[in-house]
């Protein structure tokens, strides 16, 4: 008889940690929940970055010739504030040009009496600073990647370099990078490139997707990001670990991460291809 290891996560859709269900006993379950916790920030970040940037974007001719590419948002789950403007790093100053907030999960509407945020500065100077240490592969592959700048809990600044969807329609997975400041966001303290090798899909809702991440035995931060953001653009998403698969599984009220050991899965498509 088959046996089917399964590990049911279940996550409220408005929660941002997850609720541990039955894991295989050596699963790292609290790194799943905090890449999980990372990878939702990054989602809320996707949709202020997105939402505010079509709004920017209407400003006049000579306010968009004086934006550069250390904009970035801040915010929680229904607040966010984003900033447009350039960095100097000569000066080490950044000129705002744009304010624009979202109050209530609402629209973004241009504030400019705020303009001026106290650590704008810092925030420009790590995206700057973390830009200088992107690998080869994300300089030269011609891909389009996002950036995403938080301050974390113990005061230091992280900054993730995302690919994601391509002007071409192209859907891109398979390397992410973290950079970590310090509070000033002037002295990179480390910096994390994972890849397995840079993939790209178009939407396909009769594609059985399947993204290989064959040195870990959990999803990245990048694998649950794309899942959650672009899973329901195709059949299926399943994330093949080291020892493990994922899928998530969505309902009206909870997301729930399905992990089941990985050989077990594969006997399983050989007996089914076999008509066991």
């Known amino acids: 008889m088959l046996m089917v290891l399964a590990a049911l996560l279940g996550v409220s859709r408005r929660a941002v940690a997850a609720q541990v269900g039955a894991f295989p006993p050596d699963l790292p379950v609290e790194e799943f929940q905090a890449r999980e916790q990372t990878a939702r920030w990054l989602l809320r970040y996707d949709w202020a970055a997105w939402k505010s940037t079509d709004v ?56 400019d009496a705020r303009l001026a945020a106290a650590d704008a500065t810092t925030y420009a100077r790590a995206l700057f600073k973390s830009r200088g240490v992107a690998p080869v592969e994300v300089r030269t592959a011609g891909v389009r990647f996002n950036q995403y ?91 093949v670990g080291r020892r493990y698969v994922t899928r998530l599984v969505r309902s009206q009220d909870h997301d729930t991460w399905v992990t089941s050991e990985r050989q077990a899965e594969v006997n399983r498509t050989l007996a089914a291809a076999q008509g066991r």
């Not at 934006?67 to 000066?91: A, I």
């Not at 950044?94 to 979202?102: Q, R």
């Not at 992280?158 to 994601?164: D, Q």
């Open 149 to 239: 700048v938080r301050r974390t809990g113990n005061g230091q600044l992280e900054v993730w370099y995302l690919p994601g969807g391509q002007p071409d329609g192209r859907l891109v997975f398979g390397g992410e990078l973290r950079v970590t400041l310090d509070p000033t966001g002037a002295e990179i303290l480390s910096s994390v490139f994972t890849s397995t090798g840079l993939r790209a899909s178009k939407p396909n809702p009769d594609l059985d997707l399947s993204l290989n991440n064959e040195h870990d035995d959990i999803p990245t931060v990048g694998n649950l990001f794309f899942v959650l953001q672009f899973g329901g653009r195709f059949k299926s998403v399943t994330v």
């Open 56 to 111: 920017a974007m209407q400003a006049s001719e000579a306010e968009r010739a004086k934006l550069g590419p250390e904009w970035y948002c801040t915010g929680q789950e229904r607040r966010w504030d984003c900033y447009y403007g350039s960095y100097d790093p000569v000066g080490d100053r950044f000129d705002a040009v744009i304010h624009l907030e979202s109050k209530d999960g609402g629209a973004f509407v241009r504030n």
